[in-house]
């Protein structure tokens, strides 16, 4: 029985794929990028505690926005803000460095739950640097025109079938992440993101992962239903972020009781990433 002839163009692909995979565990690795993903799980830590505070004035009856440029607004006008949003920048960039190169590293039983994994790496990191160009926005003092300006563009988004259809796109996306963190949450799946802890610490972090992923969790289906909703009614009142969601919570019967449980939990996740910064796996 003959060889089969060699594929040149399959052992090239094969030795490009390999290439980059050594080259993203290299990223990975390195020392500035990893120092950089702990200052940026800091940063985002930050930011989720002071959405959870800003979450728990609301169910008081004061004022404020209870979404991520709320939060990093609350920063800008701080001593030293200005700084501390620009190495927040740089930070969450390299965390989404960071995130993204650790796709090189997953494995699985078969190849299906390894795209899987490889994915939800990449979303994890496309989420971050998000953020941290949401945050590059906010210290070059980019804002929106005023309510005014926010009320027309959702407006003009349920008016048009492909603004709706893209809502729906949008919402439906929002709620099966709350619920994928509601599940990583109960499961305790995120243990895999930290080196292995005991005693008192182990009992700390995970109870405030456990809370933290499920109330951040129940805010995102929130959200991402009040979206759904706003594209099957076409009513752009149900148009809204994070901001909107928590404040739904407060129209439900018990709705202070409501907003506060769930402000509580987004404050225990922001402690939750911080506590990750310090106990990082890889």
Same mark, same amino acid.
């Given at each position: 029985m003959t060889d089969l002839p060699a594929d040149p163009v399959a052992d090239r692909? /094969?030795?490009a794929r =390999?290439?980059?995979k050594q080259a993203a565990q290299r990223a990975h690795r390195n020392r500035s990028v990893r120092a950089s993903a702990r200052l940026g799980l800091l940063a985002n830590g930050l930011v989720h505690a002071l959405i959870g505070g800003i979450g728990l004035r609301i169910a008081?009856? =004061?004022s404020g926005e209870a979404d991520q440029l709320g939060a990093l607004s609350a920063i800008a006008g701080g001593p030293g803000g200005a700084a501390v949003l620009w190495l927040s920048t740089v930070s969450l960039w390299g965390l989404a460095l960071w995130q993204g190169t650790n796709a090189a590293f997953s494995v699985a039983p078969n190849r299906r /739950?390894?795209?899987f994994r490889r994915s939800l790496n990449v979303g994890k990191a496309l989420g971050f640097a998000l953020l941290g160009t949401v945050t590059f926005a906010v210290v070059l003092g980019a804002r929106s025109g005023g309510p005014e300006v926010?009320? =027309?563009a959702d407006a003009a988004i349920v008016e048009s079938p492909v603004?709706?259809?893209?809502l729906l796109a949008v919402?439906?996306?929002v709620? /099966?992440?709350g619920g994928g963190l509601v599940w990583r949450g109960v499961r305790r799946n995120f243990r895999e993101e930290l080196r292995y802890l005991w005693g008192p610490t182990k009992v700390i972090v995970l109870t405030l992962g456990v809370f933290g992923h499920t109330m951040k969790g129940v805010a995102f289906l929130v959200t991402g239903g009040l979206l759904i909703a706003a594209a099957v009614f076409a009513d752009s009142r149900w148009v809204g972020g994070l901001d909107a969601g928590l404040r739904y919570l407060l129209t439900l019967q018990s709705g202070p009781v409501l907003l506060n449980v769930v402000a509580a939990g987004l404050i225990a996740f922001g402690l939750y990433l911080m506590a990750r910064a310090a106990f990082l796996r890889h």
């Open positions: 692909a /094969i030795d =390999e290439r980059m008081n009856g =004061e /739950i390894l795209v926010v009320r =027309e603004g709706l259809f893209l919402g439906t996306t709620a /099966i992440i």
